[in-house]
């Protein structure tokens, strides 16, 4: 069981790693454009927000390039481990292994991108003069629960878009409406209180919020936030898993 184990795990490697180069193979700027994305959106929005429409938010740069990090990732995740579902229909059908295996190495893929993202974010934090906290040690934390949510929803999405390929369309749009309804241009003081529940109610909510407070500001999250967002990204985390595996004895036939 341990062989088999370690031989799943290498076979996640390898495919996060080869995902990872053929993902930016034959352009111009190769892997520099895992950092060059998130710094373009993270420039348009900056310009519009803190200039054109001010926002009075302190440490607003690193606010807005921390909120775009960790969307992003959600983002690039989830919509990877759908089109990697599909675009390896021909190994689902010649190779045994678990097909969970094609969605984790998606999200470990993306996950190398938040890591160089976060890298540039330290750069950008040291340069404002802001001072390291101890409740930074909270921080990867909130990177596991952010990255049970990514893969939860992967596994869910990319199961069922096997069998209605719209989802992948749906998603997209998702993600767009999702990344203006959460507090990442905006902070959650800008919401009317009576709709701060709601507000809390989507995960990414609390993770973006919670990993400012810890790495930005020094302020440590309340617990009971903190408990409900992990139990958030477990159930999410274990729906995905459920369906997945149910729908899996049906992709050969699918694609």
Same mark, same amino acid.
């Given at each position: 069981?341990?062989?088999?184990?370690?031989?799943?795990?290498?076979?996640?490697?390898?495919?996060?790693?080869?995902?990872?180069?053929?993902?930016?193979?034959?352009?111009?700027?190769?892997?520099?454009?895992?950092?060059?994305?998130?710094?373009?959106?993270?420039?348009? &929005?900056? %310009?519009?927000?803190? *200039? +054109? =429409?001010? @926002?009075? /938010? $302190?440490?607003?740069?690193?606010?807005?390039?921390?909120? #775009?990090?960790?969307?992003?990732?959600?983002?690039?995740?989830?919509?990877?481990?759908?089109?990697?579902?599909?675009?390896?229909?021909?190994?689902?059908?010649?190779?045994?292994?678990?097909?969970?295996?094609?969605?984790?190495?998606?999200?470990?893929?993306?996950?190398?991108? &938040?890591? %160089?993202?976060?890298? *540039? +974010? =330290?750069? @950008?934090? /040291? $340069?404002?003069?802001?001072?390291?906290?101890?409740?930074? #040690?909270?921080?990867?934390?909130?990177?596991?629960?952010?990255?049970?949510?990514?893969?939860?929803?992967?596994?869910?999405?990319?199961?069922?878009?096997?069998?209605?390929?719209?989802?992948?369309?749906?998603?997209?749009?998702?993600?767009?409406?999702?990344?203006?309804?959460?507090?990442?241009?905006?902070?959650?003081?800008?919401?009317?209180?009576?709709?701060?529940?709601?507000?809390?109610?989507?995960?990414?909510?609390?993770?973006?919020?919670?990993?400012?407070?810890?790495?930005?500001?020094?302020?440590?999250?309340?617990?009971?936030?903190?408990?409900?967002?992990?139990?958030?990204?477990?159930?999410?985390?274990?729906?995905?898993?459920?369906?997945?595996?149910?729908?899996?004895?049906?992709?050969?036939?699918?694609?």
């Amino acid at each position: 069981m341990t062989i088999k184990r370690q031989r799943y795990w290498n076979l996640v490697r390898e495919l996060a790693i080869a995902d990872f180069k053929l993902r930016y193979q034959g352009s111009v700027l190769g892997y520099l454009w895992s950092l060059v994305k998130p710094l373009l959106l993270f420039g348009v &929005l900056y %310009l519009v927000f803190s *200039v +054109f =429409m001010r @926002f009075d /938010i $302190a440490q607003y740069n690193l606010y807005l390039l921390l909120g #775009v990090i960790l969307w992003g990732y959600l983002a690039e995740g989830t919509t990877t481990a759908i089109s990697n579902l599909v675009n390896k229909g021909g190994l689902i059908a010649r190779v045994s292994f678990p097909r969970t295996i094609i969605v984790v190495a998606s999200t470990v893929t993306s996950l190398i991108t &938040l890591f %160089l993202n976060l890298i *540039v +974010f =330290m750069i @950008f934090f /040291i $340069a404002s003069g802001v001072p390291v906290h101890a409740t930074v #040690v909270l921080f990867p934390l909130l990177l596991l629960e952010l990255y049970l949510i990514t893969t939860g929803l992967g596994l869910l999405i990319s199961a069922l878009n096997i069998k209605v390929r719209d989802l992948s369309h749906i998603w997209e749009v998702m993600l767009q409406i999702g990344f203006w309804a959460t507090p990442i241009i905006y902070s959650m003081s800008m919401i009317p209180a009576k709709y701060h529940f709601w507000y809390f109610m989507n995960p990414m909510t609390r993770i973006i919020k919670y990993s400012r407070d810890v790495v930005i500001y020094g302020i440590a999250p309340d617990l009971k936030g903190v408990i409900a967002s992990f139990f958030m990204a477990i159930a999410l985390f274990v729906v995905g898993y459920l369906v997945f595996k149910k729908r899996e004895p049906y992709f050969a036939e699918d694609l």
